[in-house]
């Protein structure tokens, strides 16, 4: 059983920040990362960031690129997510997850092993 739990969310005005944070207990066999997503309403659930967890490489949708940054902590088994200029379009629910490892090509939508909860993010104009 892995679970994960996500906080940081809430209300921020356009162009202001936010960091958001994930705490896993326990953990799968063969993580390969841990993940960003998020879920506007009506849209589709969608890719944002994430970090390997034993070469720290990046990935990010260019859509947050000098934006968004995310960081981990292998001690803590946690993730971290800081959002920086923030757009009214950009409100969704932001998940956590780990994703597993596999071939290459496989995309990050498909590795992923286990989901938050989701946390809030409203950007107001």
């Known amino acids: 059983q892995v679970q994960l739990v996500e906080s940081g969310g809430g209300l921020v005005q356009a162009g202001g920040s936010l960091r958001l944070s994930c705490a896993e207990a326990?953990?799968?066999?063969?993580?390969?990362?841990m993940g960003w997503y998020r879920q506007a309403s009506g849209k589709e659930r969608e890719f944002v960031e994430a970090i390997s967890w034993n070469g720290g490489h990046t990935y990010y949708d260019n859509s947050v690129k000098g934006r968004f940054t995310i960081s981990r902590d292998n001690d803590k088994n946690a993730a971290y997510l800081q959002m920086n200029n923030l757009k009214p379009e950009e409100k969704a629910v932001y998940y956590c997850?780990?994703?597993?490892?596999?071939?290459?090509?496989?995309?990050?939508?498909?590795?992923?092993?286990?989901w938050g909860k989701g946390t809030l993010v409203t950007v107001s104009s």
């Open positions: 997850a780990v994703e597993v490892g596999g071939r290459y090509y496989i995309q990050h939508l498909d590795r992923v092993h286990t």
């Open positions: 326990g953990r799968a066999d063969n993580v390969y990362a």
